[in-house]
T-cell receptor
Framework: DADVTQTPRNRITKTGKRIMLECSQT?????MYWYRQDPGLGLQLIYY???????NKGEISDGYSVSRQAQAKFSLSLESAIPNQTALYFC???????????FGPGTRLTVL | AQSVSQHNHHVILSEAASLELGCNYS??????LFWYVQYPGQHLQLLLK??????LVKGIKGFEAEFIKSKFSFNLRKPSVQWSDTAEYFC?????????????FGKGTKLSVKP
């Protein structure tokens, strides 16, 4: 969905490096999410935010942190990247009413 | 904890065959239900959704799904698949309905359609 953008789209980095993935949305939604996708595992929730002052851990938050800079921006950081964080990362947004989520195009991250 | 099960990991069909992908969830209360599709190299897109009302919902591209509350199921169907339906399909459940909770996703079913 063009209303949710992610940068970068692809990133190759080395073990131990700090990486930031960025997400922006123009849908006006309060709720934003970060997921990782691994083959055969579906989507796993890393962090979510229901508004600018609300940040919550998901099922696999270890090794990750987030920042909600504004309603429209939600960044995911890997403080010290490790190879098993190699995955496809998706940002998503939803409104307040029914949790229908809209996904960004994804960031393919490779940690060597 | 709530969970979503998709029974088939990989389904291979020929064009014009009928499709049914299973989805079961473990939550006894109100739910919102979704099917998302991910075409190769792309992000997830909404295929269809159920919030309330008619348990048979129609989505884009000829897909439909039936909510059977007694079976905790929300199976996806299409009468005649096309090669362009090759994709991965994810079932998702919002336990509690409305704005409560988060979406729980199944592990996905990969559909390959042979021309």
């Amino acid at each position: 969905d063009a209303d949710v953008t992610q940068t970068p789209r692809n990133r190759i980095t080395k073990t131990g490096k700090r990486i930031m993935l960025e997400c922006s949305q123009t849908k006006g939604h309060d709720r934003m999410y970060w997921y990782r996708q691994d083959p055969g595992l579906g989507l796993q929730l890393i962090y979510y935010s229901f508004d600018v002052k609300d940040i919550n851990k998901g099922e696999i938050s270890d090794g990750y942190s987030v920042s909600r800079q504004a309603q429209a921006k939600f960044s995911l950081s890997l403080e010290s990247a490790i190879p098993n964080q190699t995955a496809l990362y998706f940002c998503a947004t939803s409104d307040l009413w029914n949790n229908e989520q809209f996904f960004g195009p994804g960031t393919r991250l490779t940690v060597l | 904890a709530q969970s979503v099960s998709q029974h088939n990991h990989h389904v291979i069909l020929s064009e014009a065959a009928s499709l049914e992908l299973g989805c079961n969830y473990s939550y006894g209360g109100t739910v919102n239900l979704f099917w998302y599709v991910q075409y190769p190299g792309q992000h997830l897109q909404l295929l269809l959704k159920y919030f309330s009302g008619d348990p048979l919902v129609k989505g884009i591209k000829g897909f439909e799904a039936e909510f059977i509350k007694s079976k905790f199921s929300f199976n996806l169907r299409k009468p005649s698949v096309q090669w362009s339906d090759t994709a991965e399909y994810f079932c998702a459940v919002n336990a509690g309905g409305g704005s409560q909770g988060n979406l729980i996703f199944g592990k996905g079913t990969k559909l390959s359609v042979k021309p």
